[in-house]
Every structure is written in structure tokens, then in C-alpha cells.
């Protein structure tokens, strides 16, 4: 019932109701304990991470047992084509002499995030966070298991739009998780949950 009063706004104590006035601003932010619990958008995040992850995970062992070594597949005419290729370097085959570093970039942003849920209470920032989250999962395993070897594996990718690089669902989840980011911060939107304006 005080869930259900929360999210209408019908005030749930006594104080608070006394004269039907709004209480100021001031007053709201000097009470976090209003602020509904972040388990429902840690569960987003994750299962968003995890929705990534499997589909990057899947498409690549799809790509490696039925496209490698073989010819490219057209999908939109030459605007767009499926071709397995091994990448060391970063997203997009940006520096390939770097890919150890890359492995622990990688690692460093999966326990950002994983720290970062413990204050998560915006479902849009759950949303966003868990497409980085998966994203670099996707492509820190294949830096663990691939080869030439642990830390220093070649990334599966296969997306090759003309004039552009080739990627996978991986790189495809990070960057529209960036934008997102870019976007909920644009307008003010912070991972606790409180909007700001500057």
C-alpha cells in the first residue's frame, strides 16, 4: 500500500499531509529513504548485460562454424555483408599492437559497472549500463579464450557495412550504450535516480 501511495503521490505520513501543500524541494532531498530500492534496476541492468552478452556470444560461434574461411554473404547488396574476420585491436580494428591493454580496459569498465549498481536507482541508465556491461563481456571473452592466446585473443567480427569498418553485436552494444549514456546526461539524468539542471 505505501508503494502504491509513493508512486501516486498520496502521502503516506502523518506530517506530510497535513495541510496538502507540497513540501519544498529542499525538504524532499533531505529524504533519500523515499527513494524507491535499486534491486528492480540492478535486475534490469543485469539481465540486459546478460540478453547482450548471449546474443554476441551466439552470433560469433554462428559466424566462426559457418562463415570463416568462406565467402562473404551479401545482405543488402555490397551496402552491407557478413564476413568473419579476427580482430586484435579495439572496436572497429583500432589499435591492433594494443590488444593486452584493450583486455584490461575491458576488464576495468565490467568492475566500474558492477560497482557503479550499487547506487543504480534509473532504469534508463540500468539499461544503458547493462549494454556496456554485455558489450565488454562479449569481447573480453574472446580475449581470454581465443587465439594466439589468454589476454591477447583476436575478436570475431563480422558486420561489414560499406566504407566502414567491420564489427560484431558486441561493439554494436557498447556504442549504442555510450550514446545513451551521452543522452540521459544531456538531460540531467544521473544513475541515483535525481535529475539536475545546470
Avoid at 505520513?13 to 533519500?32: C, I, M, N, W, Y
Avoid at 556496456?132 to 585473443?153: M, Y
Wanted: hydrophobic share 55%; net charge negative.
Amino acid at each position: 500500500m505505501a508503494e502504491a501511495e509513493r508512486i501516486i503521490g498520496t502521502p503516506d505520513t502523518p506530517d506530510a499531509a497535513g495541510d496538502g501543500r507540497e513540501r519544498p524541494v529542499a525538504d524532499q532531498e533531505q529524504a533519500p529513504q523515499e527513494r524507491p530500492r535499486g534491486k528492480r534496476r540492478v535486475a534490469v541492468l543485469f539481465a540486459v548485460a546478460a540478453f547482450a552478452y548471449l546474443l554476441d556470444l551466439v552470433s560469433k560461434m554462428i559466424v566462426v562454424a559457418e562463415l570463416e574461411h568462406q565467402e562473404p554473404i551479401e545482405i543488402v547488396g555490397d551496402w552491407l555483408r557478413f564476413v568473419a574476420i579476427r580482430n586484435a585491436g579495439a572496436a572497429f580494428g583500432f589499435g591492433e599492437a594494443f590488444t593486452v591493454i584493450f583486455t584490461v580496459i575491458a576488464a576495468a569498465v565490467i568492475v566500474v559497472i558492477a560497482r557503479l549498481a550499487r547506487k543504480l536507482h534509473s532504469v534508463p541508465w540500468a539499461i544503458a549500463l547493462g549494454m556496456l556491461l554485455g558489450g565488454a563481456l562479449g569481447n573480453l571473452t574472446d580475449r581470454i579464450f581465443r587465439s594466439p592466446g589468454v589476454f591477447e585473443g583476436a575478436v570475431v567480427d563480422f558486420i561489414a557495412p560499406k566504407h566502414f569498418a567491420v564489427f560484431n553485436l558486441a561493439d554494436s552494444a557498447i556504442v549504442c550504450g555510450g550514446i545513451l549514456i551521452v543522452i540521459l546526461s544531456f538531460r540531467g539524468l544521473d544513475p541515483d535516480g535525481t535529475v539536475h539542471k545546470d
